[in-house]
């Protein structure tokens, strides 16, 4: 009888040390959660960062094709834009997106958006018919001699980013050509001196001697997807969705 006891024993200890082992092997490492809280952390400040955001899917719509008068801002910031033409297309990156014609179509942001950026972030997914010289992904301005715009494709056959405050014209310029007909995630980051450009997350070009500053751009009235300054240029011609303004960098 005292041999099954001790047996009993032994066996629940084996496998109590057994558990305590698994749990020591599974369990996330201290300082593996610590980064983890980190990068959440992170996350959720750059989240909170976000001026505008356009999703597209506007569910009061009646069905994907119909023409669209406006589309809201999904952060609750009522930066909401004015779509001047174009159509909800059900098959876009995440969810619709819109629809640009390359004829007159285009969305108008709100007035003085970039007021009060010391830096900035903006992003978009953009799926291009095809490349127009000087069409506009986006561009911010007071007329032709005062913007911040992308273009996908500029005098060199690749994407530009240009700034320009009255005075010299500021430029980053990419060496890859805008991809067409496949969504393409397209960023701009502007912090102090440095522009950067990238290209489905990856850096495509930059400029760390940028004079002019984020706050240069305060009380821009034409806000632009898909529009120029400049009356000349084409419109863009595709598809853009997820368009986002961050107040960071």
Do not use: C
Request: aromatic fraction near 10%; proline fraction near 3%.
């Amino acid at each position: 009888m005292i041999n099954k006891r001790i047996g009993r024993f032994l066996v629940l200890l084996l496998l109590a040390a057994m558990a305590a082992a698994i749990w020591l092997l599974t369990r996330p490492q201290q300082g593996e959660q610590v980064k983890e809280n980190a990068e959440l952390d992170k996350r959720s400040a750059y989240e909170q960062s976000l001026v505008l955001r356009y999703t597209f899917d506007e569910v009061e719509l009646p069905e994907p094709g119909s023409a669209i008068h406006a589309a809201a801002d999904a952060t609750g910031h009522d930066n909401g834009a004015i779509l001047n033409g174009g159509t909800l297309q059900a098959e876009g990156k995440f969810g619709s997106s819109y629809q640009l014609d390359g004829a007159s179509a285009y969305a108008e942001m709100p007035t003085a958006v970039l007021n009060g950026l010391e830096e900035l972030t903006i992003s978009a997914w953009v799926n291009l018919n095809d490349l127009r010289t000087w069409q506009r992904i986006f561009d911010f301005g007071n007329g032709v001699d005062r913007y911040l715009f992308l273009t996908p494709m500029s005098e060199t056959g690749n994407m530009k980013l240009a700034i320009k405050n009255g005075g010299g014209e500021q430029i980053i310029h990419a060496e890859a050509e805008f991809p067409v007909d496949s969504w393409t995630n397209v960023a701009f980051t502007w912090s102090g001196t440095t522009g950067v450009l990238y290209l489905n997350g990856r850096e495509a070009a930059r400029n760390d001697e940028l004079s002019i500053k984020p706050t240069d751009m305060a009380g821009t009235t034409g806000n632009f997807i898909g529009k120029s300054q400049f009356d000349v240029d084409p419109f863009l011609s595709g598809q853009v969705d997820e368009v986002r303004i961050y107040s960071k960098r």
